[in-house]
């Protein structure tokens, strides 16, 4: 960009550093600019990465597009008329991640306007913040062979994140019969959520659907002695076997 101190950005190579929580300024321009910022996360980051853009004039069609560390895109998000950018999307792993700002194709009514036809020396502001989730330290417990121990009576802080998450937990019933409460809690209105119990043989013997509208999974059943499992999975998928 003309007179911009941060340029040349245009590529991943030449990325400019972005911290979490401290906006940065740019300029689309020349027409045709590209700016690439590069921010890096924690190892354990598992949580929502949140990216803001503002200040565009209305010349310009924004585009962003978000990179992980291999350099794949894992998200992206336009508007038109200079309107502000927010995007959102779900991060399970640390490491570096990058965000690619230009103008985009745009049909004014009559023909399209290439990205690379307009600049604007308008400075705009762009902002990345990372929201974690907890319960890292559990996974990953996607799958059956994965069940993460837990002890009769004892409570478990647990995510189903990212969407379509499977949390899996094996646990011992000890020498005598007895009726069992397995009792999910704290899950939001909009999580539609299945409590299911497996047996050693990864039979589905019993199961709770959906939660209550206490944010409740409460499953009531008569265990023999011996291993069993609960899974936490969305109440809309079911790829047929549930212990992959």
């Known amino acids: 960009s003309a007179g911009d101190a941060s340029e040349p950005n245009p590529s991943f190579d030449l990325a400019r550093p972005l911290q979490l929580n401290q906006p940065v300024g740019g300029t689309i321009c020349p ?11 924690p190892p354990d980051a598992r949580g929502n990465l949140r990216v803001k853009l503002a200040g565009l004039p209305d010349s310009i069609q924004p585009w962003l597009t978000v990179y992980n560390e291999k350099r794949q895109e ?27 700002l230009r103008d ?25 913040d ?30 189903m994140f990212p969407a ?41 013997i019993s199961y709770e659907s959906p939660a209550r509208r206490d944010g409740r999974l409460i499953l009531n059943t008569i265990l023999q002695p011996g291993t069993y499992f609960l899974g936490v999975l969305p109440a809309d998928f079911h790829n047929g076997k549930y212990n992959e």
């Open 31 to 41: 027409a045709g600019d590209l700016d690439y910022f590069k921010l890096t996360l």
């Open 164 to 204: 379509g998450d499977h949390d899996f937990f094996k646990f011992t019933v000890p020498d005598e019969v007895q009726m069992f409460q397995l009792a999910v809690s704290g899950l939001r209105p909009q999580t539609a959520a299945r409590l299911l119990c497996f047996d050693k043989d990864r039979r589905l």
């Open 104 to 128: 985009r194709e745009f049909h004014n009514g009559l023909n399209w306007e290439g990205w690379d036809d307009t600049g604007s020396l308008t400075r705009y502001t762009l902002e990345a």
């Open 74 to 100: 894992i998200g992206s998000l336009g508007s038109t008329r200079g309107e502000p950018l927010h995007w959102q999307g779900s991060v399970t792993a640390g490491g570096e991640y990058f965000i690619m």
């Open 130 to 159: 990372f929201q974690p989730v907890g319960a890292a330290e559990l996974e990953p417990n996607d799958k059956i062979e994965q069940a993460e121990e837990i002890k009769i009576g004892e409570t478990k802080l647990c995510a």
